[in-house]
């Protein structure tokens, strides 16, 4: 079986450990952006109380080493709205997608920025990735409200929602066609209420490496006891559609 992981985070420093874990799992490749802006304990107070890192990604390490890995690696764009309109519009045709993240830079998926990022990502044809908060702004719900203004793109929902176990986040998803959904992170009962109420067409698997070891998630998605045809797209077949590597 083929395995796309959708979602791993490349820290300042080279793709090795990365591509030694996909190596270990079974993992083909994997679409990456940048990780390591915050450590684990102030992410996890932004996450809960709000707050904002000003530390910028390294985008260009990112798309530098997935040039070097071989087409293993597809890099995403990580882009914070106050200041990285201008620099994703420039560099967007050298990536393959957006991330954003209300937990790390302190924004809701109301503001200016975001609906700018978005309008770039349509003209680029990249699917946006985004973690959704239980803080006003930031829920699934202001994500589906996003997803309305920007029909053009396909948003993803990092982790099937933000504590793992959104089963009514799904249901608010379901009725917005443009909306997918990532594993991550998520409890099994959860990626399979995804798969029967968005279809297997909208559902991703992907590691949240290096905070899982992709061994991990593989284990998780076998545990789904999906049908084949529905396990080869959540594999692999949604993300090379998605960023449009279907002849690669």
């Known amino acids: 079986m083929r395995l796309f992981d959708f979602h791993a985070r490349l820290p300042s420093g080279g793709a090795a450990d990365l591509l030694a874990a996909m190596d270990a799992a079974g993992v083909d490749h994997a679409a990456v952006c940048a990780g390591g802006l915050v450590d684990l ?3 996890s107070e932004q996450i809960v109380d709000g707050g904002r890192s000003e530390a910028r990604a390294d985008n260009e390490g990112v798309r530098r080493a997935c040039t070097a890995s071989g087409g293993r690696l597809v890099p995403f764009f990580f882009a914070d709205p106050y200041r990285d309109v201008a620099a994703y519009r420039a560099a967007a045709p050298r990536y393959r997608g957006l991330e954003i993240s209300p937990a790390v830079h302190g924004f809701r998926l109301d503001d200016p920025g975001v609906d700018a990022l978005a309008t ?5 044809g990249h699917p946006v990735y985004v973690v959704c908060l239980g803080r006003p702004g930031t829920r699934t719900e202001d994500l589906v409200a996003l997803a309305t203004r920007h029909p053009a793109v396909t948003f993803v929902s990092g982790h099937c929602g933000h504590t793992g176990l959104d089963a009514a986040g799904l249901n608010r998803i379901a ?3 443009n909306i997918a959904v990532e594993l991550s992170g998520c409890f099994t009962a959860v990626a399979r209420l995804a798969v029967r109420r968005l ?3 909208r559902v991703l698997f992907g ?3 290096p905070l899982q070891h992709p061994a991990v998630e593989v284990a998780k998605l076998h545990a789904l006891g999906l049908a084949p045809d529905d396990l080869a797209l959540v594999a692999a077949g949604n993300a090379r559609r998605l ?5 690669r």
Do not use: N, Q
Not at 120 to 124: D, L
Not at 243 to 247: D, G, N, V
């Open 120 to 124: 770039i990502a349509a003209g680029a």
């Open 175 to 177: 009725a917005r066609p």
């Open 41 to 43: 304990d102030r992410l």
């Open 243 to 247: 960023l449009a590597l279907e002849e």
């Open 199 to 201: 279809g297997a067409g």
């Open 207 to 209: 590691t949240e490496h």
